[in-house]
């Protein structure tokens, strides 16, 4: 490997393009880029400013000037592109969800541990500097014994009549279209910041669309192995929301409340008072700091924490690995979820999830 990462871009959709200006801000190369035709990928390799263009899929996985494969195309061909690419010894990133069934998750993620290469998924919304102080407030004991843990995931792409893509379609999209692809991050945003994991829930799902697989929205009751109560709704078809992921953390003795679309606030609610705490504050911790990248007041969003993500998965790739950064292990922890998510809605019944 040379001392620049060489990066090879499977997909050329929205997500593609995120990856792409990551890969930029992290000082990578974009070496090759492969799309769903070879006309896509050359309009896709001049874009974003890979070296060239290439033919399918496993002439770039095998390429010698490509470290770490970026996979971004849709869900089912996840999984026989990630083994390739790890059997081929190389890094991966591979876009969410990992898998469309849990066991096909389960052998990404043996996969991923039996290899020597460093594998990610992108569960970038741990990386808001507010996320981190919430965390870290919450690890030090600040809020007390959790009690309640509650918020929504709310888009509202799915909700004209004529709305939908590639993922309405369970051959490409998986059984599950709104939990796998928002309900997921709102679950591991949960765990990642309480440190609680969710150990049994009772979902229902909604479908609104009669041309579309999978389910446009779900509410879901939880438990967690810390004894909190937990409640969320997910839905992509919630009109003029347009990525409002929420959550309300309540303890015993404070509670924290974020909301990415105002993603420089913290919310800190007490007995006596409640405050903002804005990113770049004075009281901010050093967690918060590390992943704050501009000058207060210059808000800080989406894009900033996909490539604070990127820059975490190439350090580990030099061994220097940050804190927490999501694994196929995590991968395989969303699957989980969804499949349980599926099961209780479709038997309406409390269902255990592994832990």
């Known amino acids: 490997m040379t001392d620049q990462l060489r990066a090879g871009l499977l997909g050329a959709g929205f997500m593609g393009s995120v990856h792409a200006h990551a890969i930029r801000a992290a000082g990578a190369t974009i070496t090759a880029v492969s799309a769903s035709t070879p006309e896509r990928s050359e ?64 052998q990404l993620a043996d996969a991923a541990r039996d290899s020597d290469v460093v594998t990610a998924v992108p569960f970038i919304y741990r990386f808001y500097p507010s996320v981190r102080e919430a965390r870290a407030r919450i690890a030090a004991g600040e809020a007390g014994a959790l009690r309640l843990i509650h918020g929504s995931y709310l888009q509202d792409w799915m909700a004209p009549a004529d709305a939908g893509n590639w993922r309405s379609d369970a051959s490409l999209g998986g059984a599950s279209r709104a939990f796998a692809d928002i309900g997921i991050h709102w679950c591991d945003l949960i765990e990642f910041t309480t440190g609680h994991r969710i150990t049994r829930l009772i979902a229902c799902t909604v479908a609104t669309s009669s041309d579309a697989d999978g389910e446009d929205a779900t509410t879901l ?44 606030t913290l919310w800190i609610g007490g007995q006596a008072d409640n405050r903002v705490l804005h990113r770049g504050s004075a009281a901010e911790g050093r967690d918060a700091v590390r992943y704050s990248a501009l000058p207060a007041g210059h808000p800080q969003g989406y894009q900033d924490c996909f490539n ?41 019944t409390w269902v255990e999830v592994p832990r």
């Open 43 to 106: 309009r896709a390799a001049s874009e974003v400013g890979a070296g060239r263009a290439v033919a399918c899929a496993d002439e770039l996985i095998h390429a010698d000037d490509v470290d770490v494969v970026h996979i971004c195309t849709p869900n089912a061909l996840h999984v026989p592109q990630a083994l390739a690419a790890l059997d081929a010894g190389k890094h991966v990133i591979c876009e969410k969800p990992l898998a469309t069934t849990e066991a096909e998750a389960r």
């Open 221 to 264: 009751l939880f438990e967690t192995d810390r004894g909190a109560a937990g409640s969320a709704v997910i839905s992509q078809v919630s009109q003029g929301r347009k990525n409002r992921l929420w959550f309300s953390i309540d303890g015993a003795t404070a509670a924290y409340s974020f909301n990415q679309e105002q993603p420089d």
């Open 308 to 348: 604070a993500f990127v820059r975490d998965t190439y350090a580990s790739i030099s061994d220097h690995a940050p804190d927490s950064l999501p694994t196929f292990d995590d991968g395989l922890r969303a699957a989980a979820l969804t499949q349980a998510v599926l099961k209780s809605a479709d038997t309406k």
